[in-house]
């Protein structure tokens, strides 16, 4: 009698035991999909891509004059008046066309961009403003810009102007704007929402001309390196939410920098939810 329940128990212990163990393990293999599904979502984690933007209107007869400051001489420092005369091209418009729902756009339409010395540049949608210049020798370029901030880029779309400024202007660059340039454009400021999907990246050169054999824009996103060999703009996809940053440099054929003050940049753009 003793030896049967003797058996018994240690057959009860057997199974609590066996029991125990199978629920550890499906507790284990529970984990290990839970680890493996929270990787498998950090290894989803889309690339960072660049792709030509394409279906733009052209506006290839579009111009823009600098009427107002004449520069044959120094202009008083403070606050300067600004006329821009505007040809085949209306400012305040909507530009037509798909891109205009792909990528951020302004209300307020069509405009000029106003970049003095490379600096990220203000908006004016009439063609007469007034900017505040401090004294010294700048450098301004002025283009025409889509209602979603894609340049216009032709022969008469552009002003490109040096502005001296004060009583003594003094120059701190010591650039020749007669040399190949590039001038920075978009992305720019803080995006949300739908507008984080597609940033468009554009950019202005000067005297030169992009190749695959020649002058080349390499652009570097969160340190990822894109070569850029058509002077044309770009969609930005894959970007994460937060800080991003876009380094832009104008290299030749070697892939050397080329000289000037404005041909390597690098500014920082911010993805919110």
């Known amino acids: 009698m003793k030896n049967k329940i003797q058996k018994r128990f240690t057959t009860l212990i057997l199974i609590a035991l066996t029991i125990t163990s199978c629920k550890q393990q499906q507790r284990s293999s529970k984990e290990e999909v839970i680890i493996d599904e929270e990787v498998s979502e950090e290894i989803a984690v889309p690339p960072i891509t660049l792709e030509k933007l394409q279906g733009s209107p052209a506006y290839a007869d579009a111009e823009l004059q600098m009427n107002i400051p004449k520069?044959?001489?120094?202009?008083n420092n403070g606050e300067i008046n600004f006329t821009f005369a505007v040809n085949n091209y209306e400012l305040g418009a909507q530009t037509k066309g798909q891109n205009a729902t792909l990528l951020a756009n302004s209300d307020k339409g069509q405009?000029?961009?106003f970049i003095l010395d490379n600096q990220p540049y203000s908006a004016h949608y009439e063609p007469t403003f007034k900017k505040e210049?401090?004294?010294g020798v700048h450098h301004l370029v002025a283009?025409?810009?889509?209602?979603?901030?894609e340049s216009?880029?032709?022969?008469?779309?552009?002003?490109?102007?040096k502005l001296e400024v004060g009583s003594n202007p003094k120059d701190t660059l010591g650039l020749t704007m007669d040399?190949?340039?590039l001038i920075y454009s978009r992305p720019k400021g803080t995006y949300s929402g739908?507008?984080?999907?597609?940033?468009?990246l554009d950019f202005f050169v000067l005297n030169t001309k992009l190749s695959?054999?020649?002058?080349?824009?390499?652009?570097?996103?969160?340190?990822?390196?894109f070569m850029i060999a058509e002077w044309a703009p770009h969609i930005i996809q894959g970007l994460p939410k937060g800080e991003v940053t876009i380094q832009l440099e104008l290299i030749d054929a070697e892939g050397n920098l080329i000289p000037g003050p404005f041909n390597k940049v690098v500014r920082t753009v911010t993805l919110q939810q």
């Open 111 to 113: 405009h000029i961009h």
């Open 212 to 225: 695959e054999n020649g002058h080349k824009v390499r652009a570097t996103i969160n340190g990822e390196e």
């Open 152 to 161: 216009v880029k032709n022969e008469n779309s552009v002003v490109v102007q």
């Open 133 to 135: 210049i401090p004294d």
């Open 194 to 200: 739908k507008d984080t999907e597609n940033l468009l």
């Open 143 to 149: 283009f025409l810009s889509r209602s979603y901030h």
């Open 179 to 181: 040399t190949p340039t």
């Open 71 to 75: 520069t044959d001489k120094a202009i």
